[in-house]
């Protein structure tokens, strides 16, 4: 089967699109740009980080920023690395793509009891929509490999944002 050059191209520039959504959202995590943070992400957003003891649910993306904001902003540095990016596009429905990548996400709580380091690696299933706007975030499963360091980081880390 042939595919002609625009599709071949259009096909390339998705990839290429996707790609950088799902390092945007990374980005936008660590320089605590919370609108960059939710223009990656659609109107409603499906999380699932049941691995991370976040049942799956369905967010507005608005609640979904102010989550993450509220769970990430009192940490003193973070770090989301995103690399390895395989998308593959839906057979029926050019406009919707799914993103696997790797996720290697360090947090760091200077002067944290128990010690100031959490890391954790695993990988990311993003599912995308293609929207008037571009490629979204429509659905995001967080899969957790092993984690390092300090486990009560996070909890440490929203107190420390809620004082």
Not at 21 to 47: N, P, Q
Not at 85 to 95: K, L, Q, R, S
């Amino acid at each position: 089967m042939s595919i002609d050059l625009e599709s071949r191209v259009r096909r390339l520039e998705d990839r290429h699109e996707i790609s950088e959504v799902v390092i945007r959202y990374a980005t936008a995590i660590d320089r605590a740009d919370w609108a960059m943070f939710a223009d990656c992400l659609t109107e409603t957003v499906h999380i699932d980080f049941s691995e991370a003891g976040m049942p799956a649910a369905d967010f507005p993306r608005e609640a979904f920023q102010a989550f993450a904001r509220d769970a990430l902003s009192g940490f003193t540095a973070r770090q989301h690395i995103s690399p390895n990016h395989i998308v593959t596009f839906d057979a029926a429905d050019a406009d919707r793509a799914v993103c696997e990548s790797y996720m290697y996400a360090q947090h760091y709580l200077e002067g944290a009891e128990g010690g100031d380091f959490f890391l954790m690696r695993g990988s990311y299933t993003q599912h995308l929509v293609r929207t008037p706007d571009g490629w979204r975030i429509e659905r995001l499963i967080q899969h957790l490999g092993w984690p390092e360091g300090n486990p009560d980081l996070p909890n440490q880390a929203r107190a420390r944002a809620d004082s």
